[in-house]
């Protein structure tokens, strides 16, 4: 029997990358996956790969810097499978880099909104789902060894 039969996971990020990879993982451990990604295509393909190795995946479309779109996306979880028992929140984009007195504070902003407050708003949601359920549940957030070390040019990334 699979490890994580009958649990529900999201995981953001999921198009593409390590977010791929976990929600492979996880849907290969017994998880039903909710793929979570902005770009519909890369999400759509992740869940058909997933539905195509046995396992069980939808596809959610999602800024995760939109607090609308992230309370959606975790009732998504919850209305398709009944519970949300895992969360890996994996997705970041870095909007830009160069010298920290040439960089416009919009892209700095935008930056801090896609590494930073989405986790937060992830979390908030994840969270409040969680508490709901006598199980509880596991969040995991991913970050980039950027934010362990300095990289020369990504003041917001890192």
């Known amino acids: 029997m699979a490890e994580l039969a009958g649990k529900t996971a999201l995981v953001t990020g999921a198009g593409v990358g390590i977010g791929r990879a976990i929600a492979i993982k996880l849907a ?87 590494c930073l407050t989405n986790t937060f708003l992830c979390m908030k949601y994840e969270i409040e789902a969680m508490l709901t359920q006598d199980t509880g549940g596991s969040i995991v957030n991913i970050s980039s060894n950027a934010s362990l070390r300095g990289q020369p040019y990504y003041t917001a990334y890192a």
Request: net charge negative; charged share 25%; aromatic share 6%.
């Open 28 to 114: 290969s451990e017994g998880a039903r996956v909710l793929v979570v990604d902005f770009n519909e295509e890369t999400a759509e393909q992740a869940a058909k790969d997933i539905a195509n190795a046995g396992g069980k995946a939808e596809a959610f479309v999602a800024d995760v810097s939109d607090e609308a779109r992230v309370a959606s996306m975790v009732q998504s979880a919850i209305d398709h499978w009944g519970s949300l028992d895992i969360a890996c929140n994996s997705a970041a984009v870095s909007r830009g880099s160069g010298p920290i007195h040439t960089f416009e504070k919009a892209v700095f902003d935008q930056t801090l909104d896609l």
